[in-house]
């Protein structure tokens, strides 16, 4: 079993930043990540990076969400600049051992 303790979400103003974290234990970690979820809608992957550093990232936030990681601390980082309306979301850490596991996810509110 993997636990994991989020953090970093919140309200921000359309063009604003947040930086959101995700510290995992329990198991040997190899990939880790994050995908969002609207309101009805399935959860739509935005983030991942390996173990080695190498990072892959949606189109819809290229040049604006940075991955990152600190592998000793298991813990991944997701760096959103220049947020927009449309990235208002419940963001959810995820890692990747034998299995998937997720966290228990974090709201992202961007609105004026």
């Known amino acids: 079993q993997v636990q994991f303790v989020e953090s970093g979400g919140g309200l921000v103003q359309p063009g604003g930043s947040l930086r959101l974290s995700c510290a995992a234990s329990?198991?040997?970690?190899?990939?880790m990540g994050w995908y969002r979820q609207y309101p009805g809608k399935q959860r739509e992957w935005v983030a991942t990076?390996?173990?080695?550093?190498?990072?892959t990232s949606a189109e819809s936030v290229k040049g604006r969400f940075t991955i990152s990681r600190d592998s000793a601390k298991n813990t991944v980082y997701l760096q959103m600049n220049s947020l927009k309306p449309e990235d208002t979301a419940v963001y959810y850490c995820?890692?990747?051992?034998?299995?998937?596991?997720w966290g228990q996810g974090t709201q992202v509110t961007v609105s004026s």
């Open positions: 995820y890692a990747v051992s034998t299995t998937r596991y």
């Open positions: 329990g198991t040997t970690i190899y990939y």
């Open positions: 990076i390996t173990s080695g550093g190498t990072t």
